[in-house]
Nanobody, 123 residues
């Protein structure tokens, strides 16, 4: 099972980026929930957002709610994280993760991890 994250980069405060998480092999989004975690230098890893497989319901960490939108394209087996109104405190390495069916805010409960993609928000 492989996940491939992409889309990170350097953006000014207030700008936007869209991250992608492609399921390269191993499972379908019909059966796996996909989440995004992030880790800033010297900080704990934190959950950002997740979309469940059963009903496609999205979940957001409170600091990104209203700014970030998670979505999925089952045909392309890809999950997207649209990030708007970015702030310097959003700077981190973002990881996409997968687990069967339901989302969790606890990253050890995810059994599949992609490589990180760096998001830097700076003027």
């Amino acid at each position: 099972v492989q996940l491939q994250a992409s889309g990170g980069g350097l953006v000014q405060p207030g700008g936007s980026l869209r991250l992608s998480c492609a399921v390269v092999s191993g499972f379908s989004l019909d059966y796996y929930a996909i989440g995004w975690f992030r880790q800033a230098p010297g900080q704990e890893r934190e959950g950002v957002s997740c979309i469940s497989s059963s009903d496609g319901n999205p979940y957001y960490e409170y600091s990104v709610e209203g700014r970030f939108t998670i979505s999925r394209d089952i045909a392309k087996n890809t999950v997207y994280l649209q990030m708007n109104s970015l702030k310097p405190e959003d700077t981190a390495v973002y990881y996409c993760v997968g687990r069967p069916t339901y989302c969790s805010g606890y990253y050890p409960e995810y059994d599949t991890w992609g490589q990180g993609t760096l998001v830097t928000v700076s003027s």
